[in-house]
């Protein structure tokens, strides 16, 4: 039996919502670290053991060593500790290329209306002028080439742009069939984006849909952190809140030193209802 927690922080919020999505029928190829890897880890340990997952940098089915040192989350023997196979970033793009994997998770920088993703200026390229980042590293070939993509990022204004000033990984470039124009394997594509405030999905026109919002925020004030209005699903969901026995985990073998979770608001029940807690 599952107990609610009453207290957590908007990092631990997001990872359990996407560690509840993580089945072991699947295949996951992750993104380095942070969110994503910290979501598999504990779907792991909470409800699927059988886990086979490749690392960003093409490491096959490790049983990673938590918890990890600082930048030790990637090609490191902590992180690829006993797993099948050691191999490389075009190795696991083959095997995607060759349909074997299912999903592919990525935190984002900058997120667009149909699911591209930046990661590597923002403002103008041309020139050296934008705010210079490190690039996609493999995630631009697992937004390719995975059937479906979930992206995790911040609920800020900044993140969320009508089109991304620079596109490192595809999403739904400008639309429906875009991506088979461009060569793309059919029927891959992005299909779920998480905040701390809210879950996303894509509609018909492959635009993103907030389809469920926490339970300590308002519509209003996920829609007040994006710069464009997305569509509305027709029936909002509420998020369920983490649970004492995922947030244990977390804290006590995952993330004992807080490198990802120590960030973000905190979050409190209290007079019957969850809402941020005062400073």
């Not at 690392?55 to 099948?84: H, K, Q, W």
């Not at 919002?213 to 209003?220: N, Q, S």
């Not at 710069?227 to 977390?250: D, G, N």
Request: with cysteine; glycine share 10%; proline share 7%.
């Amino acid at each position: 039996m599952s107990t609610p927690a009453t207290d957590f922080n908007e990092r631990e919020f997001v990872i359990c919502q996407i560690s509840r999505l993580v089945d072991d029928k699947y295949i996951y190829w992750v993104g380095g670290g942070g969110e994503p890897m910290n979501s598999v880890l504990l779907a792991k340990r909470m409800s699927a053991p059988n886990l086979q997952y490749l690392t960003e940098d093409g490491c096959v089915g490790p049983e990673a060593r938590v918890p990890f040192d600082p930048l030790m989350t990637m090609i490191s023997s902590p992180a690829n500790y006993r797993a099948l196979q050691w191999g490389t970033m075009n190795y696991a793009a083959d095997l995607a290329q060759l349909g074997y994997v299912d999903y592919g998770i990525l935190a984002t920088l900058q997120v667009d209306r149909y699911g591209n993703v930046n990661s590597t200026v923002v403002g103008k390229y041309e020139g050296g002028e934008g705010r210079r980042f490190g690039g996609p590293g493999g995630a631009d070939s697992i937004a390719a080439l995975a059937w479906r993509t979930i992206l995790v990022t911040d609920q800020q204004k900044r993140k969320f742009v009508d089109r991304v000033d620079f596109i490192s990984s595809p999403g739904f470039l400008d639309g429906p069939g875009a991506r088979e124009r461009h060569g793309l394997p059919p029927g891959t594509g992005p299909w779920r984006v998480y905040t701390p405030w809210a879950m996303f999905g894509y509609g018909a026109d492959c635009q993103l849909m907030i389809q469920a919002i926490a339970p300590f925020v308002t519509l209003e004030q996920v829609l007040e952190e994006m710069s464009f209005k997305p569509a509305i699903a027709p029936k909002l969901e509420i998020l369920e809140v983490p649970t004492e026995e995922e947030l244990m985990i977390l804290r006590t073998q995952i993330d004992v030193g807080g490198q990802v979770t120590d960030r973000g608001r905190w979050i409190e029940f209290k007079d019957g209802k969850y809402r941020f807690a005062t400073p």
